[in-house]
């Protein structure tokens, strides 16, 4: 159903056109809030640990999201132009995603995701897709009142179809045996500390499962309600696994050092030991910390948010490869730039560990996983994730599938995944080249006066 997302912006921009600035801002709002409450409610599904808060969070962030429709719709009803539509429709995407509160949830780039346009990414990034779907879109929505634009309308896949094809091929430089873990722990499980003892032992058994040889375990994120590096104890159970298997093994684990907490991946030698840990630096905002905690206390709110995060967790000091793997936690993924920094850095593969079981079964869990498919193609490496309930996967350098185990259910995925060192003009250059592109466009759109309509 990926081609739906050529389509889903036609409505939206049909009802901009000749919408003037004002009437398209109420557009925008109306838009927005419908957009992103439906993008957002699988956030609903963290009811049975946060009540009725969920709905107001959904309902901020629908708002949140909304903000930045108005912006658009506000310019794009100035002029029934695809060139601006397209260009500041980017520019909006681009714009949602920047800063500690940025989310690419809802993007154009996440539905070109499996389809063969994905690695035109290569060459210019998430949001180089985004333009060529946003033409697409404008032309179509401006073709229904001046149908000489729908011809236009092709050359958006046809160019990034083109991309695709021109896109290099980084030649692969070894390649590694990976078993993915998946235990099928649901949140309110994980979360009861009563239940330790059998999440340890759904971990014993897991892990015997796997056969050498292999090279890499990926366990996912907070693997268990337990402190690994501070409670030996539960982290023999994984430095056993490594001995074993005579293989490098990660575990998600929560780390607690120097009066902080921080969201860790342990990296452990096939003797056992730790020799390398990687905390997230992008945390998720009311999720992982308050932002601006003591603001809200004096708003009078400490009492309703301090139960439900009662201490913020701590970034870590950089994104930086452990060895030559590049992790990203969780939320991580969902962002271009730090995937980007990682292969700069030396990353010959992309890897998640993440708990999405916070989601239930809702479509979030697959846009997640469908990101990572982008990740790949835009940096030309493989990239993997391991999810506590799922999705568990690979995606290839071009965003080719590798293989997915069924999400919902316990046991683990070996993949044979190619490894690569070279960098892909995207991960070369960034965003500024389809940014300029972008900006270009939407300046053009706006510069251009109408035509007079013949008497």
Known sequence: MSWLGWLALVPFLWALDGAGMRRGAAVGATFGVLFFALEFSS???????????????????????ALFAVV????????ASPLLWAGAWTLLEVARAAGPLG?????????????????????????????????????????????????????????LLALAWASPALPPQGALTVA?????????????????????????????????????????????????????????????????????????T??????????TMLVLSPAGEV???????HLVPF????????????????????????FDQSPGEEVRPVANLGIMICFESTFPGISRELVQKGAEVLITPTNDAWFGRTRILWEHYALGALRAAETGRAFLQAGQTGFTGGWGPRGEDLGQFPPWTKGTLTLRIPLHTGLTPYARLGDGPALAVAGGLAALGLALKKRPRPR
Request: proline share 8%; charged share 15%; hydrophobic share 50%.
């Open 103 to 159: 989310f690419t949830f809802g993007s154009l780039a996440a539905a070109v995701s499996g389809t063969p346009f994905l690695s035109a990414s290569a060459l210019g990034g998430p949001w180089l897709l985004s333009l060529g779907v946003a033409w697409t879109a404008g032309c179509l929505a401006r073709g229904l009142r001046r149908r000489r634009w729908l011809s236009g309308a092709a050359l958006g896949p046809l160019l």
């Open 43 to 65: 956030l609903l599904s963290l009811r049975p640990f946060v009540g009725g808060v969920a709905f107001l969070v959904c309902g901020a962030l629908a708002v949140y999201g």
């Open 254 to 263: 929560g780390d607690f050092r120097s009066g902080r907490v921080y969201n």
């Open 287 to 310: 999720g992982e910390y308050v932002p601006g905690r003591e603001i809200w206390r004096r708003l009078g709110l400490g009492r309703v948010i301090d139960p439900l995060l009662p």
């Open 180 to 252: 993915l873990v998946q235990p099928n722990i649901p949140q309110a499980d994980r979360l009861d500390p009563e239940r330790l003892p059998d999440l340890v032992a759904r971990y014993q058994e897991l892990l015997a499962g796997i056969a050498p040889p292999l090279d890499l375990v990926v366990v996912p994120e907070n693997a268990l309600p337990a402190f690994l590096r501070q409670e030996p104890e539960h982290l023999a159970l994984f430095q056993d696994a490594a001995r074993r298997l005579n293989a490098t093994l990660m575990v998600g």
């Open 72 to 79: 658009f719709a506000g310019v794009g009803g100035i002029r």
């Open 275 to 281: 020799v390398g840990t990687y905390a997230k630096t």
